[in-house]
């Protein structure tokens, strides 16, 4: 069985920084593209990003919002994905889920997501 | 980006009742499209895939057609379990785009 969790949410100020983590057990890391979707408070689902798999050298796609400010990164050893957030703003307060590929006709996992609050 | 509508944002219906929800696409995404069913506090769970492949698991009362700009996610016969809040997600291009969501309450 695939598990995701994530961890690496808390309080940050407007103009800070943050990593979050998602560590994979009961999957083959590097065989599979991972992404994040986050969820603001009372608000509906936003995708954030993908990172491809080994086989598509790691490559990534980032939402409008926040391409330039996160980066997904991978650390396949430790079968864990990373999402850095950088420049944060208020609007960057969400719930962050850490899911496989979201389009795969395989079943899909997700995270039980960690809390990003962005306030001063 | 490819923009996503859903209708309605909300309804009311009873245990039994036929409820159908509606997605727009602003382009055409051919067959790119995913359902998905939310519950307070907990993560989404995909339902179906592909527009209209349902997912290993989920009830056959559930079942999604269309292609191209307009789809649709029907429940045939709604049970207490389904009471939740609904998305699509087009998948055919990047940026993906949800959906605002349907929540639907017991009437």
């Known amino acids: 069985e695939v598990q995701l969790v994530e961890s690496g949410g808390g309080l940050v100020q407007p103009g800070g920084s943050l990593t979050l983590s998602c560590a994979a057990s009961?999957?083959?890391?590097?065989?599979?593209?991972m992404e994040w979707v986050r969820q603001a408070p009372g608000k509906g689902l936003e995708w954030v990003g993908r990172s491809r798999n080994k086989a598509n050298r790691y490559t990534t796609e980032y939402a409008a919002s926040v391409k330039g400010r996160f980066t997904l990164s991978r650390g396949d050893s430790e079968n864990s994905l990373y999402l850095q957030m950088t420049s944060l703003k208020t609007e960057d307060t969400a719930v962050y889920f850490c899911t496989t590929k979201i389009d795969s006709p395989d079943q899909m996992s997700w995270g039980q997501g960690t809390l990003v609050t962005v306030s001063s | 980006d490819i923009q996503m509508t859903q209708s309605p944002s909300s309804l009311s219906a009873s245990v039994g009742d036929r409820v159908t929800i509606t997605c727009r696409a602003s382009?055409?995404?051919?067959?790119?499209l995913g359902w998905f069913q939310q519950k307070p506090g907990k993560a989404p769970k995909r339902l179906i895939n592909?527009?209209?492949s349902l997912q290993s698991g989920v009830p056959s009362r559930f079942s999604g057609s269309g292609s191209g700009t307009e789809f649709t996610l029907t429940i045939s016969s709604l049970q207490p379990d389904d009471f939740a809040t609904y998305y699509c997600?087009?998948?055919?291009?990047?940026?993906?785009?949800f959906g605002g969501g349907t929540k639907v309450e017991i009437k």
């Open positions: 009961g999957l083959t890391f590097s065989d599979h593209y």
């Open positions: 997600l087009q998948y055919k291009t990047f940026p993906f785009t």
């Open positions: 382009q055409g995404i051919r067959s790119g």
């Open positions: 592909e527009a209209s």
